[in-house]
């Protein structure tokens, strides 16, 4: 897909643009931490991106919503409401089955915690695969009725995200391996970290994992690289490494799409 021109932010553009670069971002999230085999913190990340969509829907339905900064109160109050527009305020989709699927993904993260006690069959994998795919359903639902490119291009964008993805990273015996064997270095580096983006992560432990062959050139070539690029912050003394905003957002702009 060429995301120059096949991209989210391009297809959704009449979204106001705050509202477009959270979803996008609490999109990307969710898809990450899906094909990562996160299943434990997908959804928190459902119920944040079912809360950006309320506010989509509302501006679609009627011209004003929630603001972000506003905590919601009742979000299945909210999503009833929005049933309760008028036929002439949007298509069925918007107004009746996106507001049940949100309600759904709210509640089951409230309710199911993705988090199960000791004991219980763990339904952890089946949850965040249907948060998931409930996700990509709604997403898919704004490209179809609010998309700003050409018929074509929204076909293709919602076939990608229809596509069942095997994982980027896949977390083994302790390890981390990028499992497509073409990414160089230097990519598997900055997919490696942005999967730890809170703690980072030992740049031994990344020698390993992306299997160069020779520690200092590793360094020199790689880490010290993409250190004085500010994608990353290399600390020579504690031998760590961290994925600086730059590099998260080549990670998500580039790698990931």
């Known amino acids: 897909?060429?995301?120059?021109?096949?991209?989210?932010?391009?297809?959704?553009?009449?979204?106001?643009?705050?509202?477009?670069?959270?979803?996008?971002?609490?999109?990307?999230?969710?898809?990450?931490?899906?094909?990562?085999?996160?299943?434990?913190?997908?959804?928190?990340?459902?119920?944040?991106?079912?809360?950006?969509?309320?506010?989509?829907?509302?501006?679609?339905?009627?011209?004003?919503?929630?603001?972000?900064?506003?905590?919601?109160?009742?979000?299945?109050?909210?999503?009833?409401?929005?049933?309760?527009?008028?036929?002439?305020?949007?298509?069925?989709?918007?107004?009746?089955?996106?507001?049940?699927?949100?309600?759904?993904?709210?509640?089951?993260?409230?309710?199911?915690?993705?988090?199960?006690?000791?004991?219980?069959?763990?339904?952890?994998?089946?949850?965040?695969?249907?948060?998931?795919?409930?996700?990509?359903?709604?997403?898919?639902?704004?490209?179809?009725?609010?998309?700003?490119?050409?018929l074509e291009d929204a076909q293709i964008l919602c076939d990608a995200i229809a596509e069942r993805k095997l994982p980027v990273i896949w977390n083994v015996l302790g390890k981390k391996r990028v499992l497509d064997m073409t990414r160089s270095y230097r990519d598997q580096t900055l997919l490696l970290l942005y999967s730890e983006i809170e703690t980072g992560i030992p740049t031994e432990d990344l020698f390993e994992w992306t299997e160069h062959t020779r520690r200092t050139n590793y360094n020199r070539d790689i880490l010290a690289k993409l250190h004085k690029a500010r994608l990353i912050e290399w600390d020579k003394e504690m031998e760590m490494a961290v994925i600086s905003p730059s590099g998260i957002k080549e990670v998500e702009d580039v790698l990931l799409v």
Request: charged share 20%; proline share 4%; with cysteine.
């Open 1 to 150: 897909m060429n995301t120059k021109n096949l991209s989210l932010d391009i297809a959704l553009s009449s979204i106001p643009t705050n509202l477009r670069k959270r979803l996008i971002k609490n999109y990307s999230t969710l898809k990450n931490q899906a094909l990562e085999g996160q299943h434990d913190t997908i959804g928190h990340q459902a119920g944040k991106l079912s809360e950006v969509l309320l506010r989509i829907l509302q501006h679609i339905l009627t011209d004003t919503f929630v603001p972000l900064s506003q905590n919601l109160s009742n979000f299945k109050g909210e999503c009833e409401k929005l049933e309760q527009t008028p036929q002439t305020a949007g298509p069925e989709g918007l107004r009746l089955l996106m507001p049940r699927a949100m309600v759904f993904l709210y509640t089951l993260r409230n309710k199911r915690d993705f988090g199960h006690a000791g004991g219980e069959v763990d339904a952890n994998e089946i949850d965040a695969f249907t948060a998931m795919r409930t996700s990509d359903w709604c997403i898919c639902e704004l490209i179809r009725v609010c998309h700003q490119v050409p």
